[in-house]
């Protein structure tokens, strides 16, 4: 599984994604201290993956600073509790997801509903049914980190553990 996270300066969205079944689990937008909570519960076979904040030349303002204290609170507790952290730059997801570093939001968003569908409606939701806001960029960040890393089901760690410990 792969957590996603879009941070922000008072919320952040975060991604549950399983990386077997090539699916959404389950998606919120958080207020920054809930997330942090959410991170704290997630089982240590998790990889988190977190948008991380890039300097293109231009004048940032408090809001930006504010976020990068959120990414750091974030990355200390997974190290705290033994998870995977890897920052992700949004350039690198909008290249993935788009080739092109000029892409926007709005294309990245399409580019995901080209792949995985239509969103779709209450009364006939489609597989990205409740993505919205800050979710699609946690969700890009998700299925980027699944399509260009290596993952391994619980199962074959446990069974790689228990061939190691028997010596087969």
Known sequence: ????IDPGTTDGAYVVWDCISGKLIE???LPNDKLLEFIKRQEFTNEVFCEMIACYGMAVGKETFETCVWIGRC??????RGH????????TVKVHHCHSAKAKDPNVRQALIDRF???GTKKAPGPLWGVASHIWSALAIATYAADT???????????????K???S
């Open 75 to 80: 990355e200390q507790i997974c190290a705290d």
């Open 84 to 91: 995977s952290f890897s920052r992700v730059y949004r350039l």
């Open 27 to 29: 998606s919120k937008i």
């Open 165 to 167: 410990q028997t010596g």
């Open 117 to 119: 569908g239509v969103v």
């Open 1 to 4: 599984m792969i957590i996603a």
């Open 149 to 163: 890393t290596t993952h391994k089901s619980a199962v074959d760690e446990v069974m790689e553990l228990s061939t």
